[in-house]
């Protein structure tokens, strides 16, 4: 009888089978590729009082300033349409226009494009490059909302037969007219002087350091972030054009030579180096990572908590998850700490991913990130949930929280106990346990994770329940 007895003890004992829930959240800091300049930690320096020769040279390390001569062309490319249109125009490659007048362009086969009249007449065919000047600035005409960029613009525009079909529209400028129609597209104007003398410097540089284009395609840079925000002269203020003539002709020299100079909006603190947020890009003494102080001047400073269920996480992995999604294993962050390399983790095994990869799948502002994965579950127990010896659902010295412990003499009663895991946590991570109340969520007790992130804490009673670890809310657990 007493063996019979006991084994009855021990099925007691046993917690009751119960279905987890489970949460998967993302937090990070930043906006943009971490390379190079940071505009908001800029503006943040700008109003401490720097002056943008240091603001360059902070973010550049090692870096000179230099005037470049003779100043090259840019050449844009606007449009790719099957007929776009000009006004403003006095000379198509030596025949006279009316600048009144609203002239088109269309492909004529092969590399040869035909300039047509308002009335859609034929005026002319060209061989190669059509080039259209004006007394004053040309506009370049568009319907609103399909992508294109109408509007003014200084210098030329050439019309060339596009790569696969329809006419490329391109704007050929001077050098400092294009970095005029840069900066307040890259920089709100209203920035402090230093952070505008900052852009104009990093923009004119980019410029003359990259090209987008091919030998075939007639233009160097994109009006876009595929290069650089451009939008010619509805970008000119004052504010801007002073920066432009204040740093006319200046450019980032690294050893006396032009350099690249790499921009992007928000750091989070600290850029990154080039070869780990560009996969395959080698790395580059000025384009290493630096502390950012001043960027949290930027809304994008921090991010998140994004909050998903695993099984919409796994959607947004599609083809990269083995199995059923589980959670993301990071096994390497760079200095910032953006993630480079990471892990998925299926239940039917890993892939490999970069953290731009991750960045694109999950829609993030950038891929210094924090991936959590939080499983809860309710169970019955006859025994009470004793603290475990690593010292987990005690209370945290820090804020003299406690968990709550079992009355005397309820060795044998029901329990619910709270339980699950955290990943990544390490063992002996705190975590606070809360109960909602009137629509609210207060602290019901502090524990501490156990090996493999697991936790365990005695539940007070019914009503509805959740862990919340550094910041991010786990599923909420009926009790």
Known sequence: MRRVAAAALVCLALPAA?????????????????????????????????????????????????????????????????????????DASGRTLDPAKTYSVVRAGGNSVTLRSPAGRKLATYDGTLRVTGDDPLRLN????????????????????????????????????????????????????????????????????????????????YPDTRSQMYRGMAAEFASTDSAVRDTRGQVVTYGGKPVVTYFFSTSGGKTENVENSFVGALPRPWLRGVDD?????????????????????????????????????????????????????????????????LRRRFGLFDSWAYYTTITSKKQQTTTP????????????????????????????AARTVLSGTITPAKRGAWLRVQRKIGGKWFTYAWTTTGPRGSYRVRLGGPGTYRVLFQGNPGPEIQA
């Open 385 to 412: 949930a004793t603290p475990p010896a690593d010292g987990s659902g005690q209370g945290d010295p820090a804020t003299g929280g406690t968990a709550p412990t079992a009355p005397a003499g309820s060795a044998r």
């Open 293 to 357: 102080p001043f960027d949290s001047v930027s809304p994008r400073h921090r991010w998140g908590p994004y909050r998903m269920t695993l099984a919409q996480a796994g959607a947004k992995l599609r083809g990269l998850v083995k199995g059923h999604f589980r959670s993301i294993k990071v096994l390497q962050r760079g200095f910032s700490p953006r993630v480079v390399h990471a892990q998925i983790v299926g239940t039917g095994g890993r892939t490999d991913v970069t953290g731009a990869d």
């Open 18 to 90: 119960a279905q987890a829930k489970s949460s998967f959240v993302i937090k990070g800091a930043g906006y943009g590729h971490g390379i190079g300049l940071s505009q908001y930690g800029a503006d943040g320096y700008a109003l401490h009082g720097f002056d943008y020769q240091t603001i360059v040279g902070h973010y550049y390390q090692g870096t000179g300033l230099a005037t470049v001569a003779p100043a090259p062309t840019i050449r844009v490319l606007l449009q790719s349409a099957s007929a776009p249109s000009f006004t403003g125009a006095t």
């Open 142 to 221: 568009g319907l609103a909302g399909n992508g294109v960029r109408s509007g003014r613009y200084r210098g030329a525009l050439e019309f060339r037969a596009g790569l696969f079909s329809g006419v490329s529209a391109i704007n050929a400028i001077g050098l400092e007219d294009y970095v005029r129609g840069v900066v307040s597209a890259e920089s709100p104007a209203s920035w402090p002087a230093a952070a505008l003398d900052a852009q104009a410097v990093v923009a004119r540089s980019y410029a003359i350091t990259t090209d987008a284009g091919s030998s075939t395609d007639g233009f160097t840079a």
